[in-house]
C-alpha cells in the first residue's frame, strides 16, 4: 500500500510519468529513471565534474564558460554554488605559492606575477593587500635597499615634522626580579613570662626563592614613527627615542628592544609585525 501511494504521489511529475506508467503497467522489469531530477545534490554533483574538466588544465576558455552557463542554467545551479567551486579550485592551487609567501614573509613582483596569470586564465579577480603589501615591502627592502613608506593616520600625539608609519596590537612585557616565601631555617624557644608576655631564644630565617620572569606590563597598540617607537598600552605606556635604542632582537612571536639605559622591552606581536618593524627602525636609523 506504501508503494501504491509513493507511485501515485510521483506519477504527478511530468518528467517521470511515463516510467512509472510503464512500472504500474509491466513491473520492476526495465524499469529506472534519473534520480538526479528529484535530487539538488545529484543536480550539484554532475555540475561540480563538469566544472571539474573545464578547469583541468587550469584555464577556463570562454566557450568553456558559455557551456558551464548553459549546464547551470539546465541543472538550476545558483551563481554562489559556481563561484563556491571556482574560489576552491583557485584557492588548491595556489596553495603552495601562498603557504612559501607566508612562511617567508617575501611576496616578489615575479609570485605576484604568477597569482595574476593563475587568477586570468580562470577569469578570477585577484588582490593582494593586508599583510601581503608588508610581505612586499620587506622584499623590497631586502633586495633593493628601499622603503616606500607612506604616513598613517593613528590616534597618538605627534611633533613638529614627525609622521607615523606603523601601528599594531602588541603586548608590552619585560623581566621581573621574583621573591617568593618558602618558609623559615633555624628555630627558637618560647616561654611565657607573664599573661600575654612572651620571649623567645634563637632566631629563625626566612627562606625566599628569587628568580626572573617575563611579565605582562600592559596589552596595547605599538606605533612607529619617524623619531621614535610609541607603546600606548591600557595600564601602562612607554616610548623610546630612535637615538636610545642599542639592538633590536627578533622572535617569532615578538620582538625585544635594548636601549641605552633602563631595562629591555619585549613587545609580543605577530611575527610579520616584528620583522616590519624592525625594518622600519632600521631604515629609519640609517637615515639618521
Same mark, same amino acid.
Given at each position: 500500500m506504501g508503494l501504491l501511494f509513493l507511485s501515485l504521489g510521483l506519477y504527478t511529475v511530468p518528467a517521470i510519468r511515463r516510467p512509472i506508467r510503464n512500472f504500474l503497467k509491466n513491473g520492476a522489469e526495465g524499469f529506472s529513471?534519473?534520480?538526479?531530477?528529484?535530487?539538488?545534490?545529484?543536480?550539484?554533483?554532475?555540475?561540480?565534474?563538469?566544472?571539474? %574538466?573545464?578547469?583541468?588544465?587550469?584555464?577556463?576558455?570562454?566557450?568553456?564558460?558559455?557551456?558551464?552557463?548553459?549546464k547551470a542554467e539546465e541543472l538550476g545551479i545558483s551563481d554562489e554554488y559556481i563561484n563556491k567551486l571556482r574560489?576552491?579550485?583557485?584557492?588548491?592551487?595556489?596553495?603552495?605559492?601562498?603557504?612559501?609567501?607566508?612562511?617567508?614573509?617575501?611576496?616578489?613582483?615575479?609570485?605576484? %606575477?604568477?597569482?595574476?596569470?593563475?587568477?586570468?586564465?580562470?577569469?578570477?579577480?585577484?588582490?593582494?593587500?593586508?599583510?601581503?603589501?608588508?610581505?612586499?615591502?620587506?622584499?623590497?627592502?631586502?633586495?633593493?635597499?628601499?622603503? !616606500?613608506?607612506?604616513?598613517? !593616520?593613528?590616534?597618538?600625539?605627534?611633533?613638529?615634522?614627525?609622521?607615523?608609519?606603523?601601528?599594531?596590537? %602588541?603586548?608590552?612585557?619585560?623581566?621581573?626580579?621574583?621573591?617568593?616565601?618558602?618558609?623559615?631555617?633555624?628555630g627558637s624557644v618560647g616561654f611565657r613570662v607573664a599573661k600575654g608576655v612572651r620571649f623567645s631564644v634563637g632566631r629563625a630565617v626566612p627562606v625566599r626563592d628569587v628568580y626572573e620572569e617575563m611579565q605582562d606590563i600592559s596589552g596595547g597598540e605599538i606605533y612607529v614613527t619617524n623619531k621614535k617607537i610609541v607603546f600606548n598600552g591600557s595600564r601602562k605606556s612607554t616610548n623610546v627615542t630612535m637615538g636610545r635604542i642599542v639592538q633590536l632582537e627578533l622572535y617569532n612571536d615578538g620582538?625585544?628592544?635594548?636601549?641605552?639605559?633602563?631595562?629591555?622591552?619585549?613587545?609580543?606581536?605577530?611575527?610579520?609585525h616584528a620583522e616590519y618593524l624592525a625594518a622600519i627602525v632600521h631604515n629609519m636609523m640609517n637615515k639618521n
Open positions: 529513471w534519473d534520480l538526479s531530477l528529484l535530487n539538488p545534490t545529484s543536480k550539484k554533483h554532475e555540475f561540480k565534474k563538469e566544472m571539474k %574538466a573545464a578547469l583541468a588544465d587550469g584555464v577556463l576558455t570562454d566557450d568553456e564558460a558559455r557551456t558551464l552557463e548553459r574560489h576552491e579550485d583557485f584557492a588548491k592551487r595556489i596553495k603552495p605559492i601562498i603557504s612559501r609567501i607566508e612562511t617567508t614573509h617575501r611576496f616578489s613582483p615575479d609570485d605576484e %606575477a604568477e597569482l595574476k596569470t593563475m587568477a586570468g586564465d580562470l577569469k578570477i579577480a585577484s588582490e593582494f593587500g593586508g599583510e601581503f603589501q608588508m610581505f612586499r615591502d620587506l622584499w623590497t627592502y631586502e633586495n633593493e635597499g628601499r622603503f !616606500d613608506l607612506e604616513p598613517i !593616520d593613528v590616534p597618538i600625539l605627534t611633533g613638529a615634522n614627525e609622521e607615523c608609519y606603523f601601528e599594531a596590537p %602588541a603586548i608590552w612585557r619585560q623581566i621581573k626580579t621574583v621573591s617568593k616565601h618558602r618558609g623559615y631555617v633555624g620582538i625585544e628592544i635594548r636601549k641605552s639605559t633602563g631595562k629591555p622591552d619585549f613587545f609580543k606581536m605577530a611575527g610579520v
